[in-house]
């Protein structure tokens, strides 16, 4: 463990049971993240993240939102996302669109071909879901989940203006 510390003031170790919590987190991060990505892969050809991407444009009205909020959506930065958009389009799933009031703005559209990939990747995602996650958990354990989820997210989404967020990179 480095103990070396930029402050005078010596840092707040985790005990025992945090650094237990906390590696568990990571673990379990680290097998979800693979375990979806490779349902994903083997069945619609596609990793996590465009999923995620196909899903959100599949809800937004039109089946169309800016690049902007899209990658402020999936919590990627504006590269990333323009290198994922870019791999969507040459399957067809997505087609981009300029923005008729913004010159240097764009919409991600989802295509007819990328709703027919996403209707027919659904179903196995979602099992894989269930399969890891819910069906493991007592629904006492799921809400217990989701709220710690949601005060850690919340607690690491600053909104003031000039935020260090991935989207905004």
């Not at 987190?25 to 990505?37: G, K, P, R, S, W």
């Not at 169309?64 to 990658?71: F, G, I, K, S, V």
């Not at 764009?106 to 879901?129: D, I, K, M, S």
Request: aromatic share 6%.
């Amino acid at each position: 463990m480095n103990r070396a510390s930029t402050s005078e003031e010596e840092p707040r170790w985790l005990t025992e049971e945090e650094q237990r919590v906390w590696r568990s987190y990571v673990h379990a991060a680290t097998l979800l993240e693979d375990h979806m990505d490779r349902q994903l892969q083997r069945d619609a050809g596609m990793p996590h993240v465009y999923y995620g991407l196909l899903v959100r444009l599949s809800e937004s009205p039109q089946r169309r939102l800016r690049m902007t909020e899209l990658a402020m959506h999936a919590k990627i930065t504006r590269s990333r996302l323009s290198h994922a958009i870019a791999r969507l389009e040459k399957n067809s799933w997505v087609r981009r669109e300029d923005c008729p009031d913004d010159k240097r703005g764009q919409f991600a559209v989802l295509t007819e071909q990328g709703t027919e990939v996403l209707r027919r990747a659904a179903p196995g995602h979602v099992t894989a879901v269930r399969n890891a996650v819910f069906d493991r958990l007592t629904p006492e354990q799921q809400k217990a989940l989701g709220e710690a989820m949601q005060i850690i997210a919340e607690g690491l989404q600053p909104n003031e203006a000039g935020a260090d967020l991935p989207w905004l990179r």
